[in-house]
RNA sequence: GCGCCCUUAGCUCAGUUGGAUAGAGCAACAGCCUUCUAAGCUGUGGGUCGGUGGUUCGAAUCCACCAGGGCGCGCCA
């Protein structure tokens, strides 16, 4: 039992359309809808079936039309029904019926507009997935907040969610950050500090210390607590032996020092460990809960990666071969090298994809692979990650390896989110890592706060850029869509407390035959639409779409408190009609229900008065 | 050079998967508000939906080509 009354109706329309014309395709009659018009004074309801069926019935629409208004208008719910333009019939539907929506949403609570349209499908959800190299910013934000959306919003339409985090805490970026622990861990148990500045580092081991960030200090001094001296680099004399050849760092063998590769694995694990415990506190803050953390170190070092090469291999979709270089833009050490390639065309992309470096190891595609594999075995229906613009160019190929390794069953859906431009009074705020001017996501939700972030990051649809103002969205103004939703709520919920908190009974045994003015019924076709809103979001993946009703709701919500401003008799609370302020009671306890329902998706706290 | 995304009112953006006369906020203009519900309210003006063709009962939406912007293009992740 659907709490969508379009698609109710919609049944209602298919099966008039059955009785009238008994032969119809199912096809067919899956065309047909049921939407709110545009325009309001066409009604409630509008089907588009005589349009949709009138090639296949042979019949002019104006005619089908005709005979369903005769079947629609015998409906108990249907007030009205007319034909209406090229073949559109319009409904307009029983006041009571309308209202009593009304009973339905307060019986449902905060799951009114739960759906089942996803039959519980099983659906991986995978987002944030940063680097654990260092605390997150305001780059990650919008795919958390986009991500923890969309997986909310699923599981509102009735899919089984696993929302997911994959930890790239294997390849050279996390070699790199081992690098850099080290270094911090060195200026701790070195005395003489002039020895081992990040340059000498450099210079002295032949690496590269990407990341000079504060932020591995307490990494640094971890390492000094638990090993105390006995990572510290060796000094050697001659000829390293045969043993330290094979367990040290080259290069710095070849300089005179010697490192032990496990004592920078050791640094590297711990400052992995000490990211992840930063990162996953960051999320903390910015409400998003992630029950799976995969690692690919993980994956690797149980052979994942070798295995879904052989999975792909077996399938006959490995060759060696050697690609062509990008035409128009030739890299300068360009050179054809046959490579072991993932035959990515036969799936719909552009090239075949290469698994292995020219050093023999394997590409982060196939790491990503192995990943993919392991959420296909962990037996989902549907795949969706949630990744930054800059890998759109990577879409196409994982889509590939997904389709090939299930065999196509298992879609890989992508929702890519465009960059966040951070604003400060109209100002761009620079970003640079360098000058340590970068907005860290902890200092973004110190200064606006969780709520307004999150709201924020969902008022634009994710594949398009967005301006973030620091200033603008904590303004207390219309124009900060925030600001005006949670107002709408704090309205309804004070005006709930100055009635003194009526009980669930008295508002469910309200007269809602009371509510018959214009803003009144046009904030209830708003909040019957919520269960639509709901599913139409979910089968585009847009979690925007939610922040835009709530939006409009607000709006509508707005409208009708200021209409009692204008007419005293339409406020909520009138002392000598207990009917009217009752039913209205009703109403407002279900809108505050609704935008409840809908902050909850987005994970924002709904609340209860403005300060 | 190729691929993907984007282009809607002066500005920032929606547009219910192809529906009827394309919407909202801001800005502009006109009126209202001496707090019983004004951290405002009502109304007005504003458009070649980047361009040109095509598909059909119907296109901002789908297809082709063109223009402008963004992202990406073997051994980064």
């Not at 390849?171 to 950050?177: H, K, N, R, T």
């Not at 107002?487 to 709930?496: F, G, I």
């Not at 922040?547 to 919500?557: G, S």
Request: aromatic fraction near 6%; include cysteine; proline fraction near 5%.
């Amino acid at each position: 039992m659907t709490q969508n009354i379009f698609t109710a109706m919609a049944e209602q329309v298919r099966a008039a359309l059955t009785a009238l014309y008994p032969d119809l395709p199912a096809d067919v009659l899956a065309r047909v809808q049921v939407e709110p018009p545009r325009e309001a004074a066409h009604g409630d309801m509008a089907t588009n079936a005589a349009l949709v069926i009138a090639k296949p019935a042979r019949l002019p629409p104006a005619k089908i039309a005709a005979a369903l208004v005769e079947k629609l208008a015998a409906l108990p719910v249907v007030e009205a029904a007319e034909a209406a333009g090229p073949g559109f019939v319009n409904l307009r539907l029983k006041e009571s019926h309308l209202a009593g929506q009304i009973t339905v949403m307060l019986g449902a609570g905060e799951a009114y507009g739960d759906s089942a349209i996803g039959a519980g499908r099983r659906v991986n959800v995978e987002y944030v997935s940063a680097n654990p190299t260092g605390p997150m910013h305001v780059g990650h934000c919008r795919g958390a907040v986009v991500g923890d959306a969309l997986a909310n919003l699923l599981g509102k339409a009735g899919f089984a969610v696993t929302k997911e985090y994959y930890v790239n805490d294997a390849g050279a970026q996390v070699a790199a950050l081992g690098w850099a622990a080290y270094w911090r861990y060195l200026r701790v148990i070195e005395p003489n500090l002039e020895e081992w500045t990040a340059e000498q580092v450099e210079h002295r081991f032949g690496v590269t210390l990407q990341y000079r960030g504060d932020y591995l200090v307490a990494v640094g001094e971890a390492l000094a607590e638990h090993h105390g001296a006995s990572l510290a680099p060796q000094r050697i004399e001659g000829t390293p032996s045969a043993a330290q050849a094979a367990a040290g760092v080259a290069s710095a063998l070849e300089l005179g020092w010697f490192v032990d590769r496990a004592w920078l694995d050791m640094a590297r694990e711990r400052a992995v460990a000490m990211m992840m415990i930063a990162i996953r506190e960051d999320l903390e803050l910015l409400g998003v809960t992630q029950e799976v953390f995969l690692s690919e170190r993980a994956l690797v070092e149980a052979n994942a990666t070798d295995a879904a090469i052989a999975a792909l291999e077996a399938k006959g979709l490995l060759y060696e071969g050697v690609l062509e270089p990008p035409k128009g833009k030739t890299p300068d050490d360009w050179e054809p090298r046959p490579q072991l390639l993932f035959r990515s065309t036969g799936f719909g992309d552009d090239v075949d994809r290469p698994l292995k470096k020219s050093d023999g190891s394997n590409t982060y595609f196939a790491n990503d692979i192995a990943c993919h594999a392991d959420k296909l075995k962990r037996g989902y229906d549907l795949l969706i990650d949630v990744w930054g613009a800059d890998h759109g160019g990577y879409v196409s190929r994982m889509g590939a390896a997904v389709k090939a390794l299930s065999d196509g069953r298992v879609p890989l859906e992508v929702v890519l989110c465009q960059i966040v431009h951070v604003m400060k009074a109209g100002e761009p705020v620079r970003m640079s890592k360098r000058a340590g001017t970068y907005v860290t996501l902890r200092d973004l939700i110190e200064e606006v706060g969780r709520d307004a972030v999150r709201f924020t990051m969902l008022t634009r649809k994710s594949d398009a850029q967005m301006e973030f103002d620091l200033d603008k969205v904590v303004e207390q103004t219309r124009e900060n869509p925030v600001f005006y939703v949670q107002y709408a709520h704090a309205r309804c919920r004070s005006v709930l407390r100055q009635a003194g908190e009526p009980s669930g009974a008295a508002l469910t045994a309200a007269p809602l035959e009371h509510l018959r003015d214009k803003a009144e019924l046009d904030l209830i076709r708003r909040l019957i639409s919520w269960p639509r809103v709901v599913e139409a979001a979910a089968m585009a993946r847009e979690p925007h779409r939610i922040a835009f009703f709530l939006h409009d709701l607000a709006a509508d919500f707005h409208v009708l408190w200021n209409r009692g401003r204008e007419d005293s008799t339409l406020r909520f609370i009138r002392e000598d009609e207990p009917g009217a302020t009752a039913a209205r009671l009703a109403l407002v306890a279900a809108t505050a229900s609704v935008i409840r329902s809908g902050l909850g998706v987005m994970g924002v706290t709904p609340v209860e008065e403005m300060r």
